[in-house]
Structures are given as structure tokens and as C-alpha cells.
């Protein structure tokens, strides 16, 4: 048998803890741990994530970034980024 703590986001903030359990339901109706940082509920973030992974929009910027050559450090122009820098 599993046995689960209830905390307060305050209480878990306090023991640097990234996520809690109220034991609570969310606006949606998930009874699940919840994030720290915001107090999101994990299994609505993981729903929102996955629908937003479906959107043509996702396609479109995994596709640009596939396209486009990586700018900064490792990327393809890091010397020319770096020579423009001290020539300044």
C-alpha cells in the first residue's frame, strides 16, 4: 500500500520540492500532484503539452528549426558571430 503526504504549496516550497499533492481536484477534475513553481496541475500540463505537440503550429517551428542553421555558441556561424564581437 502506497501511502501519500498531503502539502501545501508553501511547505513544499520551503523543502525545495519542484511538486505537491493537496489531494484536491483541479478545474478539470484531476486528482494528481501539482507544480511548485506555479501550481499547475501535472496531468493538465501533460494534457495541454500533448495537444499543443498536435498543432500545425508545433510542425511549422520543428520544422524551421530544423531548417535554419543553429545561431551562437556550436552553432554554424559561432566564428563570425565572435569576429563581428571584437571587431567592435
Known sequence: MISVIAFAREDAKALGLKRFFTGERCKQGHVAERYTINGCCVACNLE?????????????????????????????NEGACQASWRDQ
Open 48 to 76: 495541454r503539452a500533448s495537444h499543443y505537440h498536435k498543432t500545425e503550429h508545433a510542425r511549422e517551428v520543428k520544422s524551421r528549426l530544423r531548417r535554419e542553421p543553429r545561431v551562437g555558441p556550436g552553432g554554424a
